[in-house]
């Protein structure tokens, strides 16, 4: 990430905290050190952004100022609202985390933002018992599809068997309670599908695979045109 990049970024975490933000919570969320938090800060400062707050206490970012305002639809905003809201409740952890924050982030940047105070949403997700939250090895998987990098994964199959590929990810399915990574095996030579609740382990290669992902995602595409059978495939032992 760019400086210019962690100062916006820092902008929108400070901007959806209603609380002071300490410089090692800032550092966290940024992966940076404590020194270059305050470094940021301090640039902030010069640059004109109403910052309260010191070292050992935490930074707030006075109300009034507004990076470029986002004007929403109420069926907008109901849409975006059950939509992360789904994320957060079915979503591995980081994912979850990033949906509550990048919520925050659009209510706090509205422009048509109701002056009464009744910020009740319209519409709230609800995960039924039956549908499982992603497991922590999905965050792996797709910082290998962003990335565009070989992943090596443990794999169980439906019948309990134990295997290890590297693999380059494509994209993830999503259905109601279970996602299907979609990816080329190296081991196969084949597109193959796993379900991302049965990836025991995910380890990103700093290998970048050799194809553009848009082109393996239009063979894929190609060769999987009905996305329902993913389903029954990723539960087969497709060898």
Not at 41 to 70: I, S
Not at 155 to 170: F, K, Q
Not at 207 to 216: I, K
Request: positive net charge; charged residues 30%.
């Amino acid at each position: 990430m760019s400086r210019v990049s962690r100062l916006f970024e820092m902008l929108g975490v400070l901007r959806a905290r209603r609380r002071p933000v300490t410089a090692l919570e800032l550092a966290q969320e940024l992966g940076v050190s404590e020194r270059s938090v305050y470094r940021d800060v301090e640039t902030l400062r010069v640059l004109g952004a109403p910052l309260d707050g010191q070292a050992g206490v935490g930074f707030l970012l006075k109300e009034g100022f507004f990076l470029p305002n986002f004007a929403f639809s109420p069926e907008e905003v109901d849409a975006l609202i059950l939509g992360l809201g789904w994320v957060q409740q079915r979503a591995d952890p980081a994912f979850a985390r990033s949906s509550a924050s990048a919520l925050a982030k659009i209510m706090s940047s509205r422009n048509d933002h109701p002056t009464t105070g009744d910020d009740t949403p319209t519409l709230v997700a609800a995960a039924s018992v039956s549908e499982r939250s992603d497991p922590a090895q999905a965050a792996p998987l797709r910082e290998g599809i962003r990335r565009r990098r070989k992943v090596v994964i443990i794999y169980e199959d439906a019948s309990g068997a134990m295997s290890e590929r590297i693999v380059w990810p494509i994209t993830i399915v999503y259905f109601d309670d279970v996602r299907v990574l979609a990816a080329w095996c190296e081991n196969r030579l084949a597109f193959r599908h796993f379900r991302v609740d049965r990836v025991r382990a995910a380890t990103v290669l700093d290998e970048r695979y050799p194809e553009r992902r848009s082109a393996l995602f239009k063979r894929w595409r190609e060769q999987d045109r009905d996305w329902r059978s993913l389903l029954t495939v990723s539960d087969r032992a497709q060898g």
